[in-house]
């Protein structure tokens, strides 16, 4: 399905490409995103597949020396971005990436998946398998880094040690380990609010959090033992580690399909099969009838529904029964006729604010997971709902980065919030026209 909302799409990814690799969206953010890279390699699979191979080839290019692909490459200078380069000082790791300057932490690993869907997408398969051959192994690395580091008590289950590796910046559901904490008040120059309105995007007390555990992980070296032991956020959340198992789900069946690697295959089955158990065990809430966040470092379950309770359905976690109680929970509290699909927290709750960030509004790349998850299932009527409001948010707003979840807000066409001709926005709009 070609129309013009198709085509603005493809403009704005070939607007936003720099050479070799994508940026989320302009000033906002002028870097190379960690998992912004891997849903633009989706979008770009459809019409460039030499762009979707150079998106991921240059993520994959920066991975250190221990198998860490970091959430953000700093390719450029750019004084319209903060915390930069010389706030997070990679350098301080010794297996770090002498080539790039990044981030010390990481983001949702999507990039096994990713290589699964254009694989899917092309139209020359043998072509792409070799590229994918040429990938593959860092992909592994990747994986073999976060279950021999980010799992100190052998679990199954990784952690994440700062809330932007989450992907889900703000949520209220860190406002629990905020209360746990008081760094100090730094002096800094915000600029992500000289773009974008303040009412739209993290407090300045919240950013004092995000650079104490910046600077505690810094005093260790970003030593992921001693983050373990001393930081503060620590947690065990469920769409990091769906995406993990979902991508190596993604990663045994390119495997199997290029042939050999037994070796590689039998391990990736082996972390699967324990992930998927623990995942189970642990993050899910009987009571809640969804998955939850697990805070290690406090040893409590962070009780709140978001969108990233549902995400299990795009990794086949949940078993049928649960499946069922999860869509209900899901229509019951986020899917009424007077709301869009799917805001991004709980809009009963009275921390739901559907203008800030990921406090609330309606996110597309998890819209696009809960499509193929729910599809996957057979819930084909409310896959159906969620593909129709993502197409109308986008037809009604353009490419933002997120979007009130009231469907009352969106009569002037101007409910988009953040960043506008955003990437990955765009990117999953092409592929939900194509694949949907
Ligand atoms: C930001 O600067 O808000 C980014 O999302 C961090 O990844």
Same mark, same amino acid.
């Given at each position: ?88 000082? @990679? ?30 997408? @092309? ?75 303040? @009412? ?49 789900? @993604? ?186």
């Amino acid at each position: 399905m070609k129309n013009d909302l198709y085509n603005k799409a493809k403009e704005v990814l070939v607007n936003n490409w720099k050479e070799g690799f994508s940026i989320p969206c302009a000033k906002l953010y002028p870097f190379q995103w960690f998992w912004d890279s891997g849903l633009i390699a989706i979008g770009f699979a459809h019409f460039d597949m030499e762009k979707a191979e150079q998106e991921i080839a240059t993520l994959l290019d920066a991975q250190w020396g221990n198998g860490f692909i970091p959430h953000i490459i700093f390719h450029t200078e750019s004084d319209t971005y903060f915390p930069g380069p010389d706030f997070h000082r @990679s350098d301080l790791h010794p297996q770090a990436s002498k080539k790039y300057r990044s981030t010390g932490m990481t983001q949702p690993p999507v990039t096994g998946f990713v290589l699964e869907e254009i694989y899917r997408i @092309s139209k020359d398969k043998s072509a792409t398998l070799k590229f994918i051959e040429s990938a593959i192994d860092k992909v592994y690395f990747n994986h073999e880094y976060f279950y021999n580091n980010r799992d100190p008590k052998n679990e199954g289950l990784v952690y994440i040690y700062h809330n932007w590796e989450s992907g889900t910046d703000n949520s209220p559901i860190w406002d629990d380990i905020w209360d746990t904490m008081n760094p100090p008040e730094y002096t800094f120059e915000r600029r992500d609010t000289t773009h974008v309105d303040a @009412s739209e995007r993290p407090s300045k007390r919240e950013y004092d959090h995000y650079l104490h555990i910046i600077d505690i992980a810094k005093e260790n070296n970003y030593s992921d033992e001693k983050i373990a032991e001393y930081s503060p956020f620590l947690v065990q959340d469920p769409l990091f580690n769906a995406l993990l198992i979902k991508s190596t789900e @993604s990663l045994i069946k390119l495997y199997e399909l290029i042939g050999n690697n037994v070796e590689k295959i039998n391990q990736l089955k082996l972390w699967q099969n324990k992930a998927i158990t623990a995942f189970n065990d642990k993050l899910y809430d009987e009571a809640l009838g969804v998955y939850v966040h697990y805070d290690l470092r406090n040893e409590k379950p962070l009780r709140f529904l978001s969108s990233s309770s549902f995400s299990p359905l795009f990794a086949n976690i949940p078993n049928k029964e649960r499946a069922d109680r999860m869509v209900k929970v899901m229509m019951d509290k986020f899917g009424g006729d007077h709301q869009y699909l799917c805001a991004s927290f709980d809009p009963e709750s009275e921390r739901f604010n559907p203008k800030k960030y990921w406090r609330g509004p309606v996110w597309v790349n998890l819209n696009w997971m809960l499509f193929n998850g729910l599809k996957q299932y057979g819930f084909n009527k409310v896959a159906h709902r969620m593909k129709q409001d993502t197409v109308a948010l986008m037809e009604n707003n353009g490419f933002y980065e997120y979007f009130d979840s009231r469907k009352e807000m969106h009569k002037n066409g101007d409910a988009g919030y953040g960043g506008n001709n955003f990437s990955w926005s765009a990117a999953l709009l092409i592929d939900l026209l194509e694949n949907g």
